[in-house]
C-alpha cells in the first residue's frame, strides 16, 4: 500500500525548483492589486484638477506641494564627467593624486569628481601591489626550485 510520494515540484528543502511555480493558476502578470484599482478609478477624469490644485499650494507656499511639483518637472541631476588630462609630469600615484586635489582647490574640477578620482588611483595603487606580491612569490618560488636541484 506504499505508493510514490506526490512531486510538487518542491526541493529537499522546501523551496520551489527553479521553473516551477507554486500557484500555476494565480493572478496573471500585469494584475493590479485591489486597492491600486479604486484609487484610479476614484482619480479617474480628475488628474488636471488635482495637478492644478497642486501646482496652486505650490504657489501659494506650500512646500510639500512646491517638492512634489518639482520632483515631476525637473529630471534628477545626474552626474556630468567633466573631460580631464592627467598631468604625465607627475609619474606618482601620490603626485596624481596631489594633483587632483589642487585642482578641486582651484574649482578647475568638482570635489566629488576628485574624491572619485582619488578613489580610482587608490584602486590602481592596490592592483600594483598585488601585481608586485604575485611578481616576487613567483621569483621566490622559481629561486626555490633551483636550489633544490
Known sequence: MSSQPENTGRKQDGTFKK????NPSGKPRGTRHKAT?????????ESEVITRKAVELALGGDVTALRLCLERIVPAL???SPKMEISSSSNTLTGQAQGFITA????DISADTATQMISALANVARIEE?????????????AMKGQAQ
Open 19 to 22: 521553473g516551477v511555480s507554486g
Open 37 to 45: 484599482q479604486a484609487a484610479l478609478y476614484l482619480l479617474e477624469g
Open 78 to 80: 545626474k552626474a556630468v
Open 104 to 107: 578641486a582647490a582651484n574649482g
Open 130 to 142: 598585488f601585481e608586485n606580491i604575485k611578481h616576487r612569490l613567483e621569483s621566490l618560488e622559481r
